[in-house]
């Protein structure tokens, strides 16, 4: 008896278990009807203004969100103003929207004109040729370079080796040059991001954050005219970035050194630096590594570049204290 009644007991509560998940399910059911029949019983010009204000302007957020994470790169048409401007003032645009981590970091928008041939100068293939006119891309980026690679000028070169022979024209790749432009982007902010997230790992965000607050609040307070606490509060400031504890040494900076985000320096509070070089993939390309006296250590670089391939694994590296140690 005294083993049935445990049976009984557990065999009672996932009946009253499933009873009441049934009741949930019907209750579900129930609430939804009941706001359907609310929001059918109202005439939408029965809601308040601001409601309905609130209510549009989500809309047009929801679906602007919808198309800018389906289409990454759009095209649409511009119209100069300039009464001189070339084609008739026709402008093309194209937009690149850049997403990370869920968010949308940046639009970048490329503008571009046809400034080839005139009505009874060129012919109509010339007139179709297409030519960078504006762009918000940055400096790292090299727009030039990719213009020239896939839209070259309607410039008419001679056959190789064939005098007589006909004359070839560039041909232009519109869809080559925005790929080849948005993969750049792209792998530009991946870079930014893994480096700040990496700062975010190492505790180095949280770091700044307290040293911004600590100064601000000397600035309140009026900390900074007394030489003594001022100086004591600097001690304190290279305690904090430094090994004072006698452990491990720790990561005290993380940052990249040029515009593109290919070179990484990290510096540990020993003295010890790597010098990290991506390639345009974010694959590691190079690492040095110096110790504390100045002298390159080879062989540790050689071990890290072996364990750690892309930047985006340098934060799981740094997480798990491995590979970005210093010798």
């Known amino acids: 008896m005294a083993t049935e009644r445990p049976d009984s007991e557990e065999a009672m509560l996932d009946d009253e278990i499933a009873n009441l998940k049934k009741r949930a399910k019907r209750l579900r059911a129930d609430i939804k009807t009941h706001c359907s029949t609310i929001a059918s019983a109202f005439a939408p010009e029965d809601f308040p203004a601001e409601l309905v204000d609130i209510i549009s302007q989500q809309q047009a957020h929801t679906q602007e969100s919808l198309w800018r994470i389906g289409a990454g790169v759009t095209a649409f048409k511009v119209q100069d103003p300039d009464p001189r401007a070339v084609n008739g003032g026709s402008v093309l645009g194209i937009r690149f929207e850049i997403m990370r981590g869920g968010r949308f970091i940046q639009t970048y928008v490329v503008l571009l004109n046809r400034p080839y041939g005139k009505d009874g100068q060129e012919d109509d293939v010339a007139k179709a040729y297409l030519r960078v006119h504006r762009h918000t891309i940055p400096n790292c980026i090299p727009l030039g370079g990719l213009a020239a690679r896939y839209l070259p000028p309607h410039t008419v070169t001679d056959a190789i080796g064939d005098d007589d022979g006909p004359a070839k024209r560039k041909t232009q790749d519109l869809s080559l040059f925005v790929k080849e432009l948005r993969q750049r982007l792209v792998a530009y902010h991946n870079r930014l991001g893994a480096v700040a997230d990496m700062r975010r790992a190492a505790g180095l965000v949280d770091a700044d954050e307290k040293r911004r607050n600590k100064r601000k609040r000397r600035r309140t307070e009026g900390e900074s005219e007394v030489p003594d606490e001022s100086a004591g509060s600097s001690e304190e400031d290279e305690s904090e970035d430094g090994d004072g504890d006698g452990g491990a040494p720790r990561i005290i900076e993380f940052s990249s050194k040029d515009a593109e985000a ?34 390159r250590d080879a062989a540790a670089a050689r071990d890290f570049q072996q364990r750690v391939t892309r930047v985006d694994r340098l934060q799981d590296a740094i997480r798990r204290k491995q590979g970005l140690e210093p010798a």
Do not use: H, P, T
Not at 262 to 275: A, F, H, M, T
């Open 262 to 295: 290919k070179q990484i320096e990290v510096n540990w509070s020993n003295g010890d630096l790597c010098r990290i070089v991506l390639d345009d993939d974010g694959e590691i390309e190079k690492c040095v590594m110096f110790g504390a006296n100045g002298q």
